[in-house]
């Protein structure tokens, strides 16, 4: 209990030379100045309320064939027009913008957390255990952008949970390196030795003291990576190794509509841009924060 | 000094490629059912499948198994297509140099690109130039370079039909697969090529260059474009990679026979053997070149501690 009490009071003292209230009113404040972050912010924030609510207004159905209306382009009716089999892009696009968040923040959040649970034991611990977890990481980096994550599809099979698992080891070591880094950083701390010198365990410092720390450029990477999850997800699907038709996955719908270019141009444009627009949005509001989160910057 | 590095950061390589190896061996022992049935197809006897496992050695212990795989990977043997029959090192090696000749002719452009659109940024900061190329680079790098393939292929072959929409070999053939695969990699540089610029430039020594009264333009090509480059060099490795990678979509999209398209034909058949010897290439190759980029990169900057 004693022990208890000393630990919270160095955590007070600490908080007093760390100020870390004042750095997230900073940090705020940087925010809202920073306009490619508000912009992706607001951007981020539309595309989840069109994707979860958009559904619930929409009059025609994702999978309503109508062979009357084939290969229509943009009109009152049908906003982006239809696609071979009748089917109102607009429609597909919205109910495939949840297919593309979810499988955007699950497969992060996966690997992110992996990732930084090796990558933060990695740097805490050091030595012979630290050698082994960055040179298997290493590996793991040796293949190249979307190469990794076709591999496990290709063990695992063509879907689109199997997409998640992909694009989820596929981000592991990027973020157990920038975690590792940090890590060791904050380890050199005088605190940590302090709070150790009092009794906590490895596990209440890792979780308590090193990863409050270590938190931020976490959380660019995150955002970071979610744009290009959403990419490498897109792709997959666009080689038919991910969502399977008839899903209106956007990257699925390119590669179901990319044999009537010739006639429907549309077809290919719009899932493509709706790609474009959540890349983007997620990439403004990573750079945003890095801006802001960087001591250098005013 | 120089040498030891070198000859360090080779046998750093060791380890790596082991790992890679093993990682591209194991990929057909743990894929969900026995690849055996896998390639006897549907409906095959106990007999048969027995006979492939005699054959293809999948009776031996593992650690046999991966030995004799990397010893045959080394001698680039790789055994035979499933599908085929053919010898893989034979179906991969003329779709290897397709690949490699997009991934480096897009290399150059991004390369090209990228440094003219960075430096451009840099020197006329928070101009109406520099806000216009680093909006450009910021959707080319939000672009998937599959989606960008069909709209070039779409506007530039089947609109205006300058350019043929499919294939590979001849000059106009390349151009819109190279835009396709290049943008996003230039995009890439051109941001990183500015930020480094801005850093060389508000440095002591460019001061210094100026108050001398050197010309502007021989402060930035000579003394700061030289120091910016620096960094950017590291990104052009891994640049490269990515895309190696990427190219898989360019191919599929533009009909190219590389190696990246290859894999994901074989995909649905589960041709192992192909798909883990693509995979091998691209992988070792993306490593050595990550070594050589490491070493240029020490070479142009001395003063970069050699440990």
Same mark, same amino acid.
């Given at each position: 209990?004693?022990?208890?009490?000393?630990?919270?009071?160095?955590?007070?003292?600490?908080?007093?030379?760390?100020?870390?209230?004042?750095?997230?009113?900073?940090?705020?404040?940087?925010?809202?100045?920073?306009?490619?972050?508000?912009?992706?912010?607001?951007?981020?924030?539309?595309?989840?309320?069109?994707?979860?609510?958009?559904?619930?207004?929409?009059? +025609?159905?994702?999978?309503?064939?109508?062979?009357?209306?084939?290969?229509?382009?943009?009109?009152?009716?049908?906003?982006?027009?239809?696609?071979?089999?009748?089917?109102?892009?607009?429609?597909?696009?919205?109910?495939?913008?949840?297919?593309?968040?979810?499988?955007?923040?699950?497969?992060?959040?996966?690997?992110?957390?992996?990732?930084?649970?090796?990558?933060?034991?990695?740097?805490?611990?050091?030595?012979?255990?630290?050698?082994?977890?960055?040179?298997?990481?290493?590996?793991?980096?040796?293949?190249?952008?979307?190469?990794?994550?076709?591999?496990?599809?290709?063990?695992?099979?063509?879907?689109?949970? +199997?997409?998640?698992?992909?694009?989820?080891?596929?981000?592991?070591?990027?973020?157990?390196?920038?975690?590792?880094?940090?890590?060791?950083?904050?380890?050199?701390?005088?605190?940590?030795?302090?709070?150790?010198?009092?009794?906590?365990?490895?596990?209440?410092?890792?979780?308590?003291?090193?990863?409050?720390?270590?938190?931020?450029?976490?959380?660019?990477?995150?955002?970071?990576?979610?744009?290009?999850?959403?990419?490498?997800?897109?792709?997959?699907?666009?080689?038919?190794?991910?969502?399977?038709?008839?899903?209106?996955?956007?990257?699925?719908?390119?590669?179901?509509?990319?044999?009537?270019?010739?006639?429907?141009?549309?077809?290919?444009?719009?899932?493509?841009?709706?790609?474009?627009?959540?890349?983007?949005?997620? +990439?403004?509001?990573?750079?945003?924060?890095?801006?802001?989160?960087?001591?250098?910057?005013? | 000094?120089?040498?030891?590095?070198?000859?360090?950061?080779?046998?750093?390589?060791?380890?790596?490629?082991?790992?890679?190896?093993?990682?591209?061996?194991?990929?057909?022992?743990?894929?969900?059912?026995?690849?055996?049935?896998?390639? !006897?197809?549907?409906?095959?006897?106990?007999?048969?499948?027995?006979?492939?496992?005699?054959?293809?050695?999948?009776?031996?212990?593992?650690?046999?198994?991966?030995?004799?795989?990397?010893?045959?990977?080394?001698?680039?043997?790789?055994?035979?297509?499933?599908?085929?029959?053919? %010898?893989?090192?034979?179906?991969?090696?003329?779709?290897?140099?397709?690949?490699? %000749?997009?991934?480096?002719?897009?290399?150059?452009?991004?390369?090209?690109?990228?440094?003219?659109?960075?430096?451009?940024? !840099?020197?006329?900061?928070?101009?109406?130039?520099?806000?216009?190329?680093?909006?450009?680079?910021?959707?080319?790098?939000?672009?998937?370079?599959?989606?960008?393939?069909?709209?070039?292929?779409?506007?530039?072959?089947?609109?205006?039909?300058?350019?043929? !929409?499919?294939?590979?070999?001849?000059?106009?053939?390349?151009?819109?697969?190279?835009?396709?695969?290049?943008?996003?990699?230039?995009?890439?540089?051109?941001?990183?090529?500015?930020?480094?610029?801005?850093?060389?430039?508000?440095?002591?020594?460019?001061?210094?260059?100026?108050?001398?009264?050197?010309?502007?333009?021989?402060?930035?090509?000579?003394?700061?474009?030289?120091?910016?480059?620096?960094?950017?060099?590291?990104? &052009?490795?891994?640049?490269?990679?990515?895309?190696?990678?990427?190219? &898989?979509?360019?191919?599929?999209?533009?009909?190219?026979?590389?190696?990246?398209?290859?894999?994901?034909?074989?995909?649905?058949?589960?041709?192992?053997? &192909?798909?883990?010897?693509?995979?091998?290439?691209? !992988?070792?190759?993306?490593?050595? &070149?990550?070594?050589?980029?490491?070493?240029?990169?020490?070479?142009?900057?001395?003063?970069?501690?050699?440990?």
């Amino acid at each position: 209990m004693a022990v208890l009490k000393q630990e919270q009071k160095i955590n007070l003292t600490t908080k007093k030379q760390h100020p870390r209230l004042r750095s997230m009113k900073d940090f705020y404040r940087k925010l809202k100045r920073n306009k490619a972050a508000l912009v992706g912010g607001y951007l981020i924030l539309f595309l989840t309320i069109v994707s979860l609510i958009g559904p619930y207004f929409l009059s +025609n159905g994702i999978n309503d064939v109508d062979y009357t209306a084939r290969l229509q382009p943009p009109s009152a009716e049908y906003w982006l027009g239809t696609d071979q089999h009748g089917r109102d892009i607009f429609s597909r696009i919205i109910y495939g913008g949840q297919i593309t968040l979810i499988v955007g923040f699950l497969s992060v959040a996966l690997g992110g957390i992996v990732g930084v649970a090796i990558g933060i034991a990695s740097g805490y611990y050091g030595g012979k255990i630290d050698t082994v977890i960055m040179r298997l990481m290493d590996i793991l980096l040796a293949f190249p952008g979307i190469l990794l994550a076709l591999a496990i599809v290709s063990i695992l099979g063509p879907d689109i949970v +199997n997409v998640i698992y992909a694009v989820a080891i596929y981000s592991i070591p990027s973020f157990a390196r920038i975690a590792r880094g940090s890590t060791l950083s904050v380890k050199k701390l005088e605190y940590i030795d302090a709070v150790r010198g009092i009794g906590a365990g490895d596990f209440r410092i890792l979780v308590r003291h090193v990863l409050p720390n270590v938190i931020s450029p976490l959380i660019v990477q995150a955002t970071l990576s979610i744009a290009t999850a959403i990419l490498t997800a897109s792709g997959l699907s666009f080689l038919g190794l991910g969502a399977q038709p008839p899903s209106p996955e956007w990257g699925a719908m390119l590669n179901d509509g990319r044999g009537y270019m010739h006639d429907a141009g549309h077809i290919a444009l719009f899932p493509g841009l709706a790609i474009v627009i959540a890349v983007l949005a997620f +990439n403004l509001f990573g750079d945003g924060i890095r801006d802001a989160l960087d001591p250098k910057s005013k | 000094m120089m040498l030891k590095f070198i000859v360090r950061r080779l046998l750093q390589l060791v380890p790596v490629l082991i790992g890679v190896t093993f990682l591209v061996f194991i990929m057909l022992h743990i894929t969900p059912g026995d690849p055996a049935e896998v390639l !006897a197809g549907e409906g095959a006897t106990v007999e048969t499948i027995e006979n492939i496992n005699e054959r293809l050695g999948l009776n031996e212990p593992l650690h046999q198994q991966y030995l004799s795989f990397l010893s045959n990977a080394v001698q680039f043997d790789f055994g035979t297509s499933w599908r085929t029959g053919r %010898e893989v090192s034979s179906e991969i090696a003329p779709r290897f140099f397709v690949t490699l %000749e997009l991934a480096i002719y897009s290399t150059i452009l991004s390369v090209f690109l990228g440094v003219i659109a960075g430096v451009i940024s !840099a020197v006329r900061r928070y101009s109406l130039t520099d806000v216009t190329i680093m909006l450009v680079a910021l959707f080319g790098l939000s672009m998937p370079n599959f989606w960008l393939g069909l709209m070039l292929m779409q506007w530039f072959a089947v609109k205006l039909d300058w350019l043929p !929409a499919t294939g590979w070999g001849s000059g106009s053939q390349v151009i819109l697969p190279v835009i396709a695969l290049g943008t996003a990699g230039a995009a890439i540089i051109a941001r990183m090529t500015r930020s480094s610029m801005l850093e060389i430039i508000s440095q002591d020594y460019i001061r210094t260059a100026r108050a001398k009264g050197v010309t502007e333009k021989v402060v930035i090509y000579r003394h700061a474009l030289r120091n910016a480059m620096i960094p950017v060099v590291t990104v &052009v490795g891994l640049q490269f990679g990515y895309l190696l990678g990427g190219a &898989v979509l360019t191919e599929t999209v533009f009909a190219i026979n590389g190696l990246g398209r290859l894999v994901v034909d074989r995909i649905a058949s589960r041709d192992f053997p &192909v798909i883990q010897a693509s995979i091998l290439v691209i !992988a070792s190759l993306f490593v050595f &070149v990550n070594v050589l980029v490491d070493i240029s990169y020490r070479i142009l900057n001395k003063r970069i501690d050699l440990d």
